[in-house]
C-alpha cells in the first residue's frame, strides 16, 4: 500500500518561491510516477505536471511551464514541486499523486495549502 | 488547450440512479478515469479504465463510454455519495492530463 505524506502549510509573498514535499512510503519512488494537482479554494482539480515513464522525462502543463519544477530525491523517496514567481491566484492546495495521464492516478497526498498573500 | 466537459450539477433522491457525463473530443482514443471528492478530502480512484471499478469501491458505481462522452453511473444512490466528481483523461497524444470542471452531487 503506497503512503504519501506531504509537507505543511504554506504562506508565501507574491513573487517568492514555494517547494511542497511528498514522502512516499511503502514503495520506493523509482517504482512510481509522481504528479502533482491542484486546486484552488472553491475550485477544480487542474494537472500541474509529472513524470512520463514512457519518455522518462517529467511533463508539465503549458500553463506552468518555466515556473514549475519537480524533482525527486530517490534516496529519501520524496518528490518536490517547486513554483516560483508566485502570484494570488495560486493560491490552492498542491496534491501529490501516483500514476499517469493515461492510467489514473490511485494513490494521493494528504494535500498542502499554499496561501499567496502580501 | 484540450478541455472535458462536465454538468455542473447533478441531484437525485436516496435510492435512484445519478449518471454524470464527461465529454471530450480525444475519449474515444484515451481512458477516462472518475474522482469522488468529498468536503477537505483528497480525491478518490472510483473508476479506472472507462469502467473498471478498484478494489473497496462499491458495486453501484459503474462506468461506461460511447464515443466523445464517458459516463459515471451510481445506481441506489445513498446519502454518502454526495460529494464532487471529476472526471480525468489525456490529450489525443496520451502526454498532457486534464480534469473535467467537476460535478457536484446533491442527494436530496
Do not use: N
Not at chain 1, 108 to 118: A, F, H, I, K, R
Not at chain 2, 24 to 52: M, T
Request: hydrophobic share 30%; glycine share 12%.
Amino acid at each position: 500500500q503506497v503512503q504519501l505524506v506531504q509537507s505543511g502549510a504554506e504562506v508565501k509573498k507574491p513573487g517568492a518561491s514555494v517547494k511542497v514535499s511528498c514522502k512516499v512510503s511503502g514503495y520506493t519512488l523509482t517504482e512510481l510516477s509522481m504528479h502533482w494537482v491542484r486546486q484552488a479554494p472553491g475550485k477544480g482539480l487542474e494537472w500541474m505536471g509529472g513524470f512520463d515513464p514512457e519518455d522518462g522525462e517529467t511533463i508539465y502543463a503549458q500553463k506552468f511551464q518555466g515556473r514549475v519544477t519537480m524533482t525527486e530525491d530517490t534516496s529519501t523517496d520524496t518528490a518536490y514541486m517547486e513554483l516560483s514567481s508566485l502570484r494570488s491566484e495560486d493560491t490552492a492546495v498542491y496534491y501529490c499523486a501516483t500514476g499517469e495521464v493515461g492510467s489514473g492516478f490511485d494513490y494521493w497526498g494528504q494535500g498542502t495549502l499554499v496561501t499567496v498573500s502580501s | 488547450s484540450y478541455e472535458l466537459t462536465q454538468p455542473p450539477s447533478v441531484s437525485v433522491s436516496p435510492g435512484q440512479t445519478a449518471r454524470i457525463t464527461c465529454s471530450g473530443d480525444a475519449l474515444p482514443k484515451q481512458y477516462a478515469y472518475w474522482y469522488q471528492q468529498k468536503p477537505g478530502q483528497a480525491p478518490v480512484l472510483v473508476i479506472y479504465k472507462d469502467s473498471e471499478r478498484p478494489s473497496g469501491i462499491p458495486e453501484r458505481f459503474s462506468g461506461s463510454s460511447s464515443g466523445t462522452t464517458v459516463t459515471l453511473t451510481i445506481s441506489g444512490v445513498q446519502a454518502e455519495d454526495e460529494a464532487d466528481y471529476y472526471c480525468q483523461s489525456a490529450d489525443s497524444s496520451g502526454t498532457y492530463g486534464v480534469f473535467g470542471g467537476g460535478t457536484k452531487l446533491t442527494v436530496l
